[in-house]
């Protein structure tokens, strides 16, 4: 039962382009999200995250996108650097006491020079 | 100064025997978490201690034992190890009761092999 998808597995986009990466959700009490990003042999590492009072947050050259009608998100990456190439993980939580986020399987992002 | 750390980061090891990995973290975070990622990608939850206490237990079969010696340490030891073990572990932690509770703090990740 997968609360959290991540239907590509992975993206291929040249540099200087944009990176579209998109998260799809089931759970309707799922409020807050966040995208996480990972480098081989690396832990993931926190990128940028969205509330659901919010549609965008910016960050840079990231931005979250968030609708809730059709439960999906996406992060955009502008313009795409060779650097970013890692998998990035979408997750998401509920309201409660637990921050224990729900994570989706992940999208290889690699970005040509 | 490494703010999560994990040790191994690579254990090979036969089926039934039985392992530890530690976890250490300098963050000053009060909560740590266990994450399995299999080899289908998914990163799940197993554990969640909060000083020292354990906060939740995602189903996991009762040969994982998550110790917590303080709040800085959070080590898992796995008895009679079996195939379906084999998986990245990731320890991470985050410092609930801040302004920014939701924010993970992960380990480099321990990959096990069971053979």
């Known amino acids: 039962d997968q609360q959290v998808k991540q239907n590509s597995p992975s993206l291929s986009v040249q540099e200087g382009r944009i990176s579209i990466l998109n998260c799809d959700y089931t759970?309707?009490?799922?409020?807050?999200f966040l995208w996480y990003k990972k480098y081989p042999a690396e832990g993931p590492t926190f990128l940028i995250s969205?509330?659901?009072?919010?549609d965008k947050n910016e960050d840079g050259r990231f931005t979250v996108f968030l609708n809730k009608s059709a439960k999906h998100l996406s992060l955009h990456i502008v313009p795409s650097q060779p650097g970013d190439s890692a998998v990035y993980f979408c997750?998401?939580?509920?309201?409660?006491?637990?921050?224990?986020?729900?994570f989706g399987r992940g999208t290889s992002l690699i970005v040509h020079p | 100064d490494t703010a999560v750390s994990q040790t191994p980061k690579y254990l090979v090891t036969q089926m039934g025997n039985d392992k530890s990995i530690k976890c250490e973290q300098n963050l000053g975070h009060d909560t740590m978490y266990w994450y399995k990622q299999d080899s289908k990608k998914f990163l799940k939850i197993m554990f969640s201690?909060?000083?020292?206490?354990?906060?939740i237990n995602e189903t996991v079969p009762n040969r994982f034992s998550p110790k917590s010696p303080d709040k800085a340490h959070l080590n898992l030891h796995i008895n009679s190890l079996e195939l379906g073990d084999s998986a990245v572990y990731f320890c991470?932690?985050?410092?609930?009761?801040?302004?920014?509770?939701?924010?993970?703090?992960f380990g480099p990740g321990t990959r096990l092999t069971v053979l």
């Open positions: 997750a998401a939580r509920g309201t409660g006491g637990s921050y224990i986020p729900t």
């Open positions: 969205i509330s659901s009072i919010k």
């Open positions: 759970n309707s009490m799922f409020d807050y």
């Open positions: 991470a932690s985050s410092p609930v009761g801040t302004s920014d509770p939701d924010t993970q703090y």
């Open positions: 201690y909060n000083n020292k206490e354990l906060i």
